[in-house]
């Protein structure tokens, strides 16, 4: 363990295939799995050879990345100099139409999660993927793990069943709280829904850039609904979700919040404050200006140095080489970045790290 | 939002120098939709008003989410001669182009405009209605006002014969779409108004609003009309990433595009991230030779209003400055509530030269009037 050193919120394992997660599911789904004939739960949002999915120099000679804990420590913990790193295993569990086929393996993948990765790595922490198809199931899936205080927070995807915000989703962000779990939402979706407010895109360049999209949508919802308001410890963290749309957003929600808070009694403080206090974003891919000298002047705009957790979305290519931290940034930003604030936001971290 | 404007007096309005202006957004409506029928064939005015226009929500009148004022407009814009706000010339008049010295006004008819019909032959129908319907009521009375040429946009082929019909009528300065498409904007289906825009040398206006029958986000709907209206800024950027990545910029290099009522301080993070992220992926599109950013720097412009408010409001002018001055178009938006006032809205300090830009000559450099 490198003590002080960068807390890393934004990693994903890889599933070398769907035989790793076989052992973990029941003996029924297991021999469900075989007869139906089910093939890998790859998502869309990351497809396999895509140059995004896996940077060119973490691909392996399988075309993946790191499947394992030990292949992790060495492409993603020790170049960065990582004292911790929480895991969001992105198998695409989430996109199944059966609500049953989502418990069971969300179940298996959390438990694979526990046994190959949790057990192997004292540095490594993880999301609790939840079974979005279903309230009821999501809720008892972070019942059933919460007791592990080696899950950090709760992860779902940014484009799901119905708007985040919905008072339907509530019990999932009331159950994490009471655990001191953030929820976390990140790129991707069920794709239940159409990925964009135009419909099915042609190109995945279009689908990756639009995932930001899904976040100021989302971002909106859980404001509007009031989640901020009646459930004052609700943290959100938004993973891979691109930041700097935030200022240029928050002042249009905050516009159209002056003229629309006959609909809205309950978001009683302005949007940008629901942000400060309950939401945080992961740093990568941080979309900035090209130029690192307009990076002052941009965070400017943002008003906090509280809201970025620091991230390497490992395996996904985002930066070359060691570079995870955006030019430009300053060196007091740049730690509370690293440490303080994702100390601040994960509470389990502050139980479990020094 | 200026649900009435402030009543100031005219002769003190009149009396300061100040610069005549471009408003690229004003919607005009027909007092009653039988205005429109001089224009209609009794087939479609029967169908219109057995069937009405079935856009792609359930609602037989009104819109998904209810407006937070009668017809989205201001309270003071109501005519006295009877029909609904922007109804009344005299009263556009003296509401808004003589008080506010617009010297060009760029029409956006949207109710009814025949824009989104699903059936796409009475959307021709109407779409020529209104624009005859703008030609005699408005423009040829009122040369200060310009009409947008209407499209049944949902029909690329047909809206590219609409736009050859009136192209080198000097009514018209703009083609008008809604945002909020069947199917993203770089689709095939719609190239045919692109190139016959191109061709015509007359800008598309892509103005928010309109009903595709997509979720606006990627969860399905959401519950207000705060997120709707919001939401027209994402509507807007997903549009021009698919224009971009479609290679509608690449086919039509001279075409014009101007995001209207979408928002600006959204543009520039767009920018970087399209740019971010094609560079990794651009194998995907050989088809394009710039990068994302050139092309919306190239062909794209914005419309102000509803203008972002930050505090302080320096933060928009470094916003702007990201984005580019030249590349906005003031719009008022009247007679909606959410009017932005050319005397009001940018409470910042701005050079002669950026001001001129934005409330001018920008407008005379994409419309050409």
């Known amino acids: 363990m490198t003590a002080g050193g960068p807390i890393d919120c934004d990693v994903h394992p890889g599933v070398a295939s769907l035989k790793s997660i076989l052992p973990y599911l029941d003996p029924m789904w297991q021999d469900m799995v075989e007869r139906r004939g089910l093939e890998e739960m790859n998502s869309i949002s990351y497809p396999s050879n895509s140059p995004l999915t896996v940077r060119a120099d973490w691909r392996g000679a399988d075309g993946k990345a790191a499947c394992d804990a030990a292949a992790l420590a060495k492409q993603c913990l020790e170049p960065f100099r990582t004292e911790t790193a929480i895991l969001n295993c992105l198998y695409g569990v989430q996109l199944f139409h059966s609500e049953d086929l989502g418990r069971a393996f969300a179940r298996a993948v959390n438990d694979w999660v526990r046994a190959e990765w949790l057990d192997k790595d004292d540095r490594l922490r993880a999301s609790i993927v939840v079974p979005m198809q279903n309230v009821d199931f999501a809720v008892e899936e ?27 989703q509530w019990p999932i962000y009331q159950e994490a709280v009471k655990h001191g779990l953030p929820v976390t939402f990140h790129a991707g979706s069920s794709y239940h829904n159409p990925p964009s407010s135009l419909g099915w895109t042609t190109f995945y360049n279009e689908d990756y850039v639009n995932q930001a999209m899904s976040f100021q949508t989302g971002l ?135 | 939002m200026n649900v009435e404007v402030l009543n100031r007096s005219g002769a003190a309005a009149q009396a300061s120098s100040r610069l005549m202006i471009a408003d690229g957004d004003i919607h005009p409506r027909p007092a009653k939709a039988s205005d429109l029928y001089p224009w209609l064939s009794k ?48 009263m556009l008049r003296e509401q808004l182009l003589d008080l506010h010295n617009v010297e ?117 709907w959401g519950s207000y009309y705060c997120e709707e209206m919001v939401g027209h800024a994402v509507c807007a950027q997903a549009g021009l990433t698919s224009m971009i990545m479609e290679g509608v910029f690449e086919r039509f290099p001279n075409l014009k595009v101007i995001s209207i009522e979408a928002g600006v301080a959204w543009a520039p993070a767009l920018m970087w991230r399209l740019d971010a ?17 050139e092309y919306l720097r190239r062909q794209v412009w914005w419309t102000t209003q509803p203008i972002e408010e930050p505090e302080p409001r320096e933060k928009l002018t470094d916003m702007i400055d990201f984005l580019g001055w030249d590349k906005l178009i003031f719009a008022t ?37």
């Open chain 2, 104 to 220: 060009v006004g760029i029409m956006n008819p949207l109710s009814p405009s025949g824009q989104g019909f699903q059936n796409i032959d009475m959307s021709i129908a109407f779409t020529r209605a209104v624009n005859e319907w703008q030609v005699a009521a408005w423009a040829a009375p009122e040369p200060r006002l310009k009409a947008s040429i209407v499209v049944p946009y949902e029909d690329g082929v047909a809206a590219a014969k609409e736009i050859r019909h009136w192209a080198g009528n000097k009514h018209f300065a703009q083609i008008l779409m809604l945002s909020r498409t069947n199917e993203p904007l770089g689709m095939r289906r719609y190239w045919p108004i692109y190139e016959a825009a191109q061709e015509a040398g007359i800008p598309v206006g892509i103005h928010a609003f309109g009903y595709g029958g997509t979720p606006i986000t990627s969860s399905g």
């Open chain 2, 333 to 369: 938006d009247y007679p909606h509530w959410d009017f932005d006032d050319p005397q009001y809205a940018f409470p910042m300090k701005i050079s002669e030269d950026n001001k001129r830009k934005l409330f001018r000559e920008n407008a005379r450099l994409v419309y050409g009037c």
């Open chain 1, 220 to 354: 909106t919802s859980l404001i509007t609904e009031g989640a901020f308001t009646k459930i004052p410890d609700l943290k959100v963290v938004f993973l891979e979700s691109g930041f700097t749309w935030l200022p240029g957003y928050l002042w249009r929600l905050t516009k159209f919040w002056r003229g629309t808070r006959q609909e809205l009694p309950w978001v009683t403080e302005p949007p940008g404050h629901y942000v400060r206090e309950h939401v945080r974003f992961s740093l990568q891919p941080f979309d900035g200006p090209p130029d690192a000298a307009e990076m002052d002047r941009f965070m400017n705009m943002v008003e906090s140095e509280d809201l970025l957790l620091f991230s390497t979305d490992y395996p996904h290519w985002q930066f070359e080489g060691t570079e995870a931290m955006p030019a430009g940034l300053s060196p007091a930003l740049a730690r509370k970045i690293t440490r303080d604030n994702p100390l601040a936001t994960y509470a389990r971290l502050r139980e479990t790290v020094a």
């Open chain 2, 277 to 293: 992220q094609w560079k990794k992926l651009k194998a995907e599109t050989p088809h394009l030779k710039l990068l994302p950013s």
């Open chain 1, 142 to 168: 972070i019942a059933r793990l919460a007791g592990d205080k080696r899950f950090v927070s709760v992860l779902l995807l940014i484009g799901g069943e119905v708007t985040p915000g919905r008072r339907g």
């Open chain 2, 43 to 90: 087939q479609w005015q029967e169908v219109f008003e057995a069937f009405g226009g079935r856009a792609r929500h359930g609602w037989e009148k009104g819109t998904p989410y209810p407006k937070m004022q009668p017809m989205a407009s201001r309270r003071d814009a109501w005519p006295k001669t009877g029909g609904g706000p922007a109804s009344d010339l005299e």
